[in-house]
């Protein structure tokens, strides 16, 4: 019957993008490298610069009011606290490996763990 | 007459979309995965789709977001849902048009192409192309959700009575 054969391309399809998918974590995973710098980012430009090996506390302004605030605690960076009602980054908790990032849309602030030499 | 009830299915299609968005705001799932949702308003675009046809889906979809900005979102809220929407309505479309896959898979595509579009309109309002490390938990959440979307409609699919197609705008 036509289902059948419609509902095995359905499968196929998923089965097909969700191993890709999975493929591509597992390399972004396995490849992954701890960063030394936490670099914030508003509007588009560079914010300020966090040597992750340094404990510390930052308040970061965006369109002139206080949106957000990334700690860096024991190599790791994280935001504590934020003024958007969503709280997703707040929520997406702590990073440390290079690439990794915490994205506060709302506020147009990006935090994105890099690697100096 | 027709025409009345076009406005009136339009209009009903519209409310259960908004009172879905806002219902999926009181179920407290936690994905462990910031930003991810169920996007249970779908339900409404995918049976939309199916029952009354493109032109039909394209009208409520947008309808919904614009209401849903305007009573509960931002301007940037407003950017993401219209971009996930024109992309996943897009892809759902076409793919229908194939014949080849059903309702599951057709929604699938459209739960990955929506958060690509989400994606996509996030790198151009950030200006950050680094984004994109976030796309294999993008596809694999979007097919997921997709396909719960699909199994949903298409057993709304079944069981809404087929007169309902007579109001499809897609026909003369």
């Known amino acids: ?117 | 007459m027709r025409k009345t009830a076009k406005i009136v299915y339009t209009a009903i299609t519209v409310s259960v979309a908004l009172i879905l968005s806002y219902v999926e705001t009181l179920i407290p799932i936690n994905f462990g995965i910031p930003g991810i949702k169920i996007g249970l308003a779908n339900v409404v675009t995918v049976t939309v789709l199916y029952l009354f046809g493109k032109k039909s889906a394209v009208c409520v979809c947008a309808l919904r977001i614009i209401l849903s900005s305007l009573l509960f979102g931002t301007m940037l809220s407003f950017i993401y849902s219209a971009s996930g929407a024109a992309f996943s309505l897009l892809g759902m479309i076409l793919l229908k048009k194939t014949g080849k896959f059903g309702t599951v898979g057709v929604s699938a595509a459209g739960g990955i192409l929506h958060n690509m579009g989400q994606l996509v309109a996030a790198v151009l309002v950030t200006q950050t192309p680094k984004i994109a490390y976030y796309i294999p938990v993008l596809v694999i959440s979007g097919t997921l959700t997709g396909v719960f979307i699909g199994m949903i409609s298409s057993l709304l699919i079944q069981r809404l009575p087929k007169s309902a197609k007579f109001i499809s705008l897609d026909k003369k």
């Open chain 1, 1 to 117: 019957m036509v289902k059948k054969e419609v509902v095995k391309r359905d499968i196929i399809l998923i089965a097909c993008v969700l191993i890709a998918a999975l493929a591509a974590l597992l390399i972004i995973n396995l490849t992954k490298q701890s960063g030394t710098v936490a670099v914030i980012y508003t509007n588009n430009e560079e914010y300020a610069r966090m040597p992750l090996d340094v404990d510390a506390e930052i308040v970061i302004y965006s369109d002139g009011k206080e949106a957000n605030t990334l700690v860096v605690q024991n190599g790791k960076a994280y935001i504590s606290s934020a003024s958007c009602p969503d709280k997703i980054c707040v929520n997406t908790g702590s990073i440390s490996n290079e690439n990794e990032m915490i994205v506060c849309l709302p506020n147009k602030v990006i935090v994105v763990i890099e690697k100096e030499n």
